[in-house]
């Protein structure tokens, strides 16, 4: 009856499937398709007692079983006759009698589908493929993609399929941030400086260009090589403390997004890294500083920052640490402008760090093209300059001066500063328009 109704070719691909249960007193048999036939739309023919109906719970089990054989969105076909104790049948829940409930259903259904899914496996030793003749003039793709020089082999043929958890992200135009500690002896942007402003340093005021490099004379390319044991030492801690593992997803990973003002996310390989980007940034800055030690360009303040009023202002945070006992906090001030005037000369020579006679800051270092600090950490990395170098020995005062700056440049903006900044910026841009 199945073939004259629905054809041959679901015929020959159907499979005898038969289940009993006495305790639940029911009994199965039926007919259903093998993993060689598929259709667009799912047919199942149900008998309870006799009688044709519909049972959604059934259908949904019975495709269960298929989606592990068939291709997406493709169903079988089945044929089931079960026969159940009247009493435990109820055809009143629909008004034409198609779709009815019977007793202990779940168990049912669970029985029908280990029988199904027991036939499908003892059935699934071979499985048949169509293939299509080329059309006359047509090209095989094995052939075409050899002759184009794209296949790596004439036997192969096929192009290996790329599953979702195995793409990269990748974006030609993105940065990483070992780009800025591999910079040649020539083409060096540290005599290009930038201009940029900053609203929220009172004291210090605006940062304008600057093209002139703090040791270079104007036009003059040239790397100055400073060969200083103590900053050689220091790069080669740096080297030997490198993980190889960090240092392989740092050096090739692809940037996903920011999570927040603190937290960003990178991708390496098939690998997701949540990162501590000021943590990241404080070693980033610090091997540059080592890296470009005695080379940096210089960030031109447009208002000399006055050492006294830094110091005053760094006093009064509780970051300082400040207490009655350390002394008046104007005597102290005026010692740490007199401190650094002493050592003027060493840090503007190897820092770029210019301080003018009239105990004011003049100018920093340029580290990365296009960044300026944020300057509302200023006052307090001057304080810090006097407390937390060690002046007395070379090494230890460049590796404590280099990590003191780098996490004055990785220092993030005051919750609300970012979104002034853009506010300004908007407004700036309509009104140029």
């Given at each position: ?9 679901i015929a020959k691909e ?246 927040d003002n603190n937290l ?170």
């Open positions: 009856n199945i073939r004259t109704v629905f054809g041959g070719a159907l499979l005898q499937v038969s289940c009993s249960d006495e305790r639940l007193q029911f009994e199965c048999t039926g007919l259903v398709s093998n993993a060689n036939y598929s259709a667009k739309r799912c047919t199942m023919l149900l008998f309870i007692n006799h009688r044709l109906v519909e049972s959604t719970t059934l259908r949904k089990a019975v495709e269960g079983v298929y989606s592990s054989y068939l291709p997406k969105h493709m169903h079988p076909f089945s044929y089931l006759s079960l026969q159940i104790a009247p009493q435990n049948v109820d055809v009143n829940i629909h008004p034409t009698k198609h779709e009815v409930r019977f007793l202990h259903e779940d168990a049912i259904v669970e029985a029908v589908q280990k029988a199904v899914e027991a036939k499908l496996l003892g059935s699934n030793a071979s499985r048949t493929f169509y293939t299509q003749s080329l059309l006359p003039g047509a090209t095989a793709a094995g052939i075409t993609k050899e002759a184009s020089g794209g296949g790596s082999s004439a036997e192969g043929g096929a192009i290996s399929r790329v599953y979702d958890h195995s793409l990269v992200r990748t974006d030609s135009k993105e940065q990483k941030l070992i780009k800025y500690l591999s910079r040649g002896s020539n083409g060096d942007k540290d005599d290009s400086n930038m201009a940029a402003t900053d609203d929220t340093a009172k004291t210090s005021g605006d940062a304008k260009k600057q093209n002139k490099s703090s040791h270079n004379s104007e036009g003059d390319n040239i790397r100055r090589v400073l060969r200083l044991t103590s900053v050689q030492r220091l790069l080669d801690e740096v080297s030997k403390g490198c993980h190889r593992g960090i240092h392989d997803i740092l050096r090739n990973h692809s940037f996903v997004g920011c999570v960003a996310l990178i991708q390496h390989a098939t690998h997701l890294y949540l990162t501590r980007t000021q943590h990241l940034c404080e070693q980033m800055f610090y091997q540059i500083m080592l890296n470009d030690f005695g080379n940096f360009g210089v960030i031109k303040l447009s208002t000399p920052a006055p050492l006294r009023e830094l110091s005053l202002l760094a006093l009064e945070q509780p970051e300082s640490g400040w207490s009655p006992a350390d002394g008046p906090k104007e005597d102290l001030a005026d010692y740490i402008v007199s401190f650094l005037q002493s050592k003027s000369a060493m840090l503007s020579d190897y820092f770029s760090f210019t301080i003018d006679d009239a105990g004011c800051l003049c100018t920093l270092p340029y580290l990365i093209d296009e960044f300026v600090p944020c300057m509302t950490g200023l006052p307090l990395y001057i304080l810090r300059l006097t407390t937390e170098v060690s002046w007395d020995s070379e090494e230890n005062c460049f590796k404590s001066f280099c990590q003191e700056t780098a996490k004055f440049y990785a220092s993030p903006p005051l919750p609300g500063e970012e979104d002034d900044k853009m506010q300004q910026q908007h407004e700036e841009n309509k009104n140029k328009s």
